[in-house]
């Protein structure tokens, strides 16, 4: 039983960063298909963004931090990153409650609470970024 709690805590860092990449990439990806629906959202709750050139330089900010996630590239930096989206993403409950339904969901704010949990995994993959550096440095200072 030791040996599988032993796999689950080598795997699960990377997979959890590769997962959030996954879905950072899909989620900027659609927004290129299609982005009157971020157009929409946006004129309910902050309508001086609500224009497809906005939603777009949104996708392209994902799309890049979702590659670098993929491939471990800046994790902590580009995580700081996606967790100001996942946070922008969030506010509309606090500054638009009605767009949301708050506190009865409507389908849109069950749609944008899935952005919490997705908040908290970004935190996890900065945090164990940084421990991993932090050891690192540690390391290094010690061989010196």
């Known amino acids: 039983m030791d040996n599988l709690f032993i796999a689950a805590q080598r795997i699960a860092p990377p997979l959890l960063r590769i997962s959030l990449g996954i879905i950072v990439l899909w989620i900027g990806a659609l927004k290129f298909v299609d982005p009157s629906p971020v157009v929409m959202l946006l004129k309910a709750s902050l309508p001086f963004l609500a224009f497809d050139g906005f939603v777009y330089a949104v996708g392209?900010?994902?799309?890049?931090?979702?590659?670098?996630?993929?491939?471990?590239?800046?994790v902590r930096y580009v995580g700081l990153l996606v967790l100001g989206l996942f946070i922008g993403t969030l506010t509309i409950f606090v500054i638009s409650p009605t767009v949301t339904g708050f506190p009865f969901l409507n389908v849109t704010g069950q749609f944008l609470l899935k952005d919490l949990v997705l908040l908290a995994a970004t935190l996890m993959v900065i945090a164990v970024d940084s421990s991993k550096h932090s050891k690192m440095r540690t390391m290094t200072e010690q061989g010196k």
């Open 60 to 74: 392209v900010v994902e799309v890049v931090a979702a590659l670098a996630l993929i491939f471990g590239i800046g």
